[in-house]
Structure formats: structure tokens, C-alpha cells
């Protein structure tokens, strides 16, 4: 990629209003581009916009959020780079509600919210040979119409379309068979026999909210997983992982010394659990109280895949038979895109588990349309869907020229062999990646990853040369603020992203005073 002039103003439609589509949105603004933003549901939030959900099942529900869910993130990695967190009003980890009080308060501050179009569902998005996009579209109750725009940023989510798996029998089952989309509280499975199929975030989750009031909960995990609390000797996860082993550590290196840290203040996992893969090869699951449940004996695991469904539950490939009154299965999402081109994300030709996205946004075939936030990463999402739209929006504007035709194919290529070597071969797993890397690789471009180079630099030209250099330690040896990349480079905060990073680093209480002066 090479940095060029920036072009003529840009007419910009994006289509989704939660995390990925508002971060979007803010850069498209700042950029100065005549931007439009769908959203076919009557509220912004994107996923965190709670819905609850009827007595029968229905299309219309696109959250997967239930009531209990917690963040996996803790408060001080999640926030967006240039709008901080306040500790003062937020709890270390948090659920649905504050998280979706966070994204309304960052659609305030950067005041996005009148240039959403609530209740306006995209119908179809098509490319023409002057590389523009025609898009249709519906608001509710009114006719299609369509708008020409020069790029589209599909910011609409993946956790929409459940993935049910075709199961043997399943039509024989003479209990409750449901997605975990349609789950919400533990409430009405009181007293029932429960089986969960899969063994993701939701699978665990599910066990520790329904193993208090049900008779019996299992959990059908094919290949095992890591489980990692969500605090360590007092303190969140997060905070024993830094830039520094993330970008300087050799992945196998860390990987064993992460393990290590997990055996020591957990115990190892049960080897009905314990998977052959290491633990940086899968979609982190966070739940601390999960082994507590399987060592008490509430929650049972089966190392095995179903085999089929019978009339009262499940046979397992082990040769075991749940007699069960509920089945839950947690298998995930399928990556749809209904209002694209249908090879967006594919072709018959794409290997097995893999996409062919460069950068996970940037389809193959496509100029000028950006896949957002379809991403699964072992930290929080907003820091990254936040550098996917900076990078996004350089493209457009002209700044940064992407690679194109045979170049941008090579380059997918290439990732995806990497991919294949670093994580479990599985549909779950095809749109993960490394987290700091990752962000330092959309970044990068800009100039706002933030090397030693730079903050060294720092040091000599900012004016406060022991300041700078606390901002130094802070970015590679203290729990990793995504402000951080907001130091230096195109887009840079400097003096909000410094005192935010030497904030959290000190874990004091509440945001400083220079951070709320800068935040004016």
C-alpha cells in the first residue's frame, strides 16, 4: 500500500447501526464525505439493542443477546479509542444495558445520530462498471427506492442468521429444540432435563445460567476448549497479557506461557475438556465459574458430537443416550450478507473455513465495498472495528491505495495459509484473528501503530519527555488501552490518548480532568 492525495468528496452509504456501522459513520464525517447510514431496526445498538423474544420463533429477531450476557472484555480494553470509558460509572466487566448506554453516549458525543435512518431496511446492493454502487432501499411501509453511492460499508453484523446444523432424527424429538439466538432467561427451562450442543461462549454461558434451576444440564463439546476466567490473582484477564507479548513474543511462546499462567491459578482443565489445540487457536470463551460447575457436577460434558436425535433427547458418538427435555443448539452464525452480490464472501472454489476477504474486509472481487466488523478476535471488538473504518475511509478518500486484482488474490492467499497453521480448522473459526496484530496491520498504513520508533520519538518532540516516556511502558508493559492508537499518525487524539493510556495503566477510579477537558 502507498499513501496518495486525497480525491474529490465522497458519497458513502452505510448499512447497519451498531458498533462496526457507527464507528464507520464517525470516520466518514470526520472525513468530510456525504455519508448516509441504514438501520433496519427502530433503535441503534446494533447486537447490544436487547430484543426479547416471542413465544414462537421469528426472523425478525436479530440480537443474540439474552438477558444474563457479560461482556468478555473487561471496561478498560473495550471502549472505542477516543471516547474512554468512565470508570467511575461502569464495573470492571458489564452487561447488555451499560454496554448499550456506552454506545448511545458515543452516538451523542460525536453526534451521529441524525445521520442514521432508523427503520430503513437495505434491499440490494449492486456495482456497476464505473465501479459505483446502486443501492436499494426500503423504509418501513413505503416503497423501494434506490441511491447511487461511490462506496458501501456493510456494517450490518454476523450474529443474525443462525447456523443449524442438519442433525439425523431431529424431526423425532418429542421435546423443545431451539438456536441459542432464541434464548433469553433461565427461567422457563425450571426443573427440565438440558443438552447444549457446542462448546462456544453462548454453550458455556447457557450451562451457568441453567444449571441452578434444571434438573440436569449437559454440555456436547466435540473437541474440548480452553475456559478463562475472567479475573487472575484479583485482577481482570486482561491485565496479564500486553503489547508486548502480543507483538515481541513468538506465538508459541506465549501461548505456553498463557497456558501455564492458566494451569496455575485455575487448575488444569478436565480432560473430558481439555482440547489438543493450544490456547490461542480458538475464539476466546470467558466464564469463571464454568469448571466450578462441571467439578460440582451440575453441568456435565461429553466429549462428543451427536450422532443423532431420538424421541426422547440425543445419541452421542461415544455411544451415549441423553434422555433429555430441551435441546439447545449453540453453533453459531451463518456469515450472510443477503443484500450483496452472493460472492461477496465466497465462491465454490474458496477452501473450506476460510473467506476471501483481505484484511477479513476487503472482498476479492469487489472495488469500493468493505465488509465490517465480521471479525472474531481474543479482545474486545470496537477497538478494531474502529481501525477497520480508519483504514476504510483512507481507501475511499484516496489516502491509502489497497491492492488490487492478482496483488490483493495473492495477498489473500497468503493470509489464508497463515490462518490454517494458527486456528482450528472450523466455520467458527474462519473469521478469526490475533488482536494487536491485527489492529497494527489496518493501522499501519496510517502510521498509528504504535511502534517504540514512534513513542520513542515521542520523548524528544512532544514537550513532556518524562510523560512520553511513561506513555512508552504504559502501551507495551500495562493492560492494553485502545487508546493507544490514538498516539500518533493519521486520525491521532495525542493528548486524550495520553492521559487515557497513563489513566488506566495507574487503575484510577474515574477519568481524569485532562481527559474530560480534551474530551470537550
Same mark, same amino acid.
Given at each position: 500500500m502507498r499513501i496518495m492525495a486525497t480525491e474529490t468528496k465522497k458519497r458513502v452509504a452505510i448499512i447497519g447501526g451498531g458498533l462496526s456501522g457507527l464507528a464507520s459513520l464517525k470516520e466518514c464525517l470526520a472525513e468530510g464525505f456525504e455519508v448516509e447510514a441504514f438501520e433496519a431496526r427502530p433503535e441503534i445498538g446494533g447486537q447490544w439493542a436487547y430484543q426479547p423474544v416471542p413465544n414462537k420463533r421469528s426472523t425478525e429477531i436479530q440480537s443474540s443477546i439474552y438477558d444474563g450476557v457479560v461482556l468478555n472484555s473487561c471496561r478498560d480494553t473495550?471502549? %472505542?479509542?477516543?471516547?474512554?470509558?468512565?470508570?467511575? *460509572?461502569?464495573?470492571?466487566?458489564?452487561?447488555?444495558?451499560?454496554? /448499550?448506554?456506552?454506545?448511545?453516549?458515543?452516538?451523542?458525543? %460525536?453526534?451521529?445520530?441524525k445521520h442514521i435512518q432508523l427503520q430503513t431496511k437495505v434491499v440490494s446492493c449492486v456495482q456497476g462498471a464505473d465501479e459505483k454502487w446502486t443501492v436499494k432501499l426500503q *423504509?418501513?411501509?413505503?416503497? =423501494?427506492?434506490?441511491?447511487?453511492?461511490?462506496?458501501?460499508?456493510?456494517?450490518?453484523?454476523?450474529?443474525?442468521?443462525?447456523?443449524?446444523?442438519? %442433525?439425523? !432424527?431431529?424431526?423425532? %424429538?418429542?421435546?423443545e429444540f431451539l438456536h441459542s439466538h432464541y434464548y433469553r432467561t433461565a427461567g422457563r427451562f425450571e426443573g427440565k432435563r438440558v443438552a447444549l450442543?457446542?462448546?462456544?461462549?453462548?454453550? =458455556?454461558?447457557?450451562?451457568?445460567?441453567?444449571?441452578? !434451576?434444571?434438573?440436569? =444440564?449437559? =454440555?456436547?463439546?466435540?473437541?474440548?476448549?480452553?475456559?478463562?476466567? *475472567?479475573?487472575?490473582?484479583?485482577?481482570p484477564v486482561e491485565a496479564w497479557d500486553n503489547r508486548a507479548t502480543q507483538v515481541w513474543v513468538p506465538l508459541s511462546v506465549s501461548e505456553y506461557l498463557q497456558s501455564a499462567l492458566l494451569n496455575l491459578v485455575q487448575g488444569k482443565h478436565p480432560k473430558v475438556l481439555k482440547p489438543d489445540h493450544s490456547i490461542m487457536a480458538q475464539n476466546p470463551t470467558v466464564r469463571s465459574d464454568f469448571l466450578e460447575?462441571?467439578?460440582? !457436577?451440575?453441568?456435565?460434558?461429553?466429549?462428543?458430537?451427536? $450422532?443423532?436425535?431420538?424421541?426422547?433427547?440425543?445419541?452421542?458418538?461415544?455411544?451415549?443416550?441423553? $434422555?433429555? $427435555?430441551?435441546?439447545?443448539?449453540?453453533?453459531?452464525?451463518?456469515?450472510?450478507?443477503s443484500y450483496l452480490p452472493s460472492d461477496v464472501l465466497r465462491t465454490p472454489e474458496t477452501p473450506a473455513n476460510t473467506v476471501e476477504l483481505w484484511k477479513?474486509?476487503?472482498?476479492?472481487?469487489?472495488?469500493?465495498?468493505?465488509?465490517?466488523?465480521?471479525?472474531?478476535? #481474543? !479482545?474486545? /471488538?470496537?477497538? #478494531?472495528?474502529?481501525?477497520?473504518?480508519?483504514?476504510?475511509?483512507?481507501a475511499v478518500a484516496g489516502r491509502v491505495k489497497l491492492p488490487e486484482g492478482q496483488q490483493r488474490e495473492k495477498e489473500i492467499k497468503q493470509w489464508q495459509a497463515r490462518h490454517a497453521k494458527e486456528f482450528v480448522n472450523s466455520e467458527r473459526h474462519a473469521i478469526t484473528e490475533h488482536?494487536?496484530?491485527?489492529?497494527?496491520?489496518?493501522?499501519?498504513p496510517l502510521g498509528a501503530n504504535p511502534t517504540v520508533g514512534k513513542l520513542v520519538g515521542q520523548i524528544f518532540s512532544s514537550g513532556s519527555p518524562w510523560k512520553a516516556f511513561k506513555t512508552l511502558n504504559a502501551v507495551y508493559f500495562s493492560i492494553m488501552s485502545s487508546a493507544q492508537w490514538r498516539l500518533c499518525g493519521y486520525g491521532k487524539n495525542e493528548k486524550l490518548a495520553r492521559e487515557t493510556v497513563l489513566r488506566v495503566a495507574d487503575g484510577k477510579a474515574e477519568l481524569s480532568e485532562d481527559e474530560l477537558r480534551y474530551l470537550m
Open positions: 473495550t471502549s %472505542f479509542s477516543d471516547f474512554p470509558i468512565d470508570p467511575a *460509572r461502569y464495573g470492571d466487566y458489564f452487561g447488555h444495558r451499560k454496554m /448499550l448506554q456506552y454506545i448511545h453516549e458515543y452516538a451523542d458525543h %460525536f453526534r451521529l445520530k *423504509r418501513e411501509g413505503q416503497e =423501494v427506492e434506490e441511491r447511487t453511492y461511490d462506496a458501501v460499508f456493510a456494517a450490518s453484523g454476523s450474529y443474525t442468521t443462525p447456523l443449524l446444523p442438519e %442433525f439425523d !432424527g431431529s424431526e423425532s %424429538f418429542k421435546g450442543i457446542g462448546f462456544g461462549s453462548a454453550a =458455556v454461558d447457557l450451562a451457568c445460567e441453567l444449571s441452578p !434451576g434444571c434438573k440436569e =444440564v449437559h =454440555v456436547i463439546a466435540r473437541r474440548g476448549g480452553w475456559i478463562i476466567p *475472567r479475573y487472575v490473582l484479583g485482577k460447575r462441571v467439578q460440582f !457436577g451440575t453441568v456435565q460434558p461429553h466429549r462428543a458430537s451427536v $450422532d443423532c436425535f431420538t424421541e426422547n433427547g440425543l445419541r452421542l458418538s461415544n455411544g451415549t443416550t441423553l $434422555d433429555v $427435555d430441551v435441546i439447545i443448539a449453540c453453533t453459531g452464525y451463518e456469515h450472510c450478507f477479513l474486509m476487503v472482498p476479492a472481487r469487489y472495488q469500493n465495498l468493505f465488509i465490517m466488523g465480521l471479525l472474531e478476535i #481474543a !479482545g474486545p /471488538l470496537a477497538p #478494531a472495528c474502529e481501525a477497520q473504518a480508519r483504514l476504510a475511509v483512507s488482536y494487536a496484530p491485527y489492529i497494527d496491520s489496518l493501522l499501519a
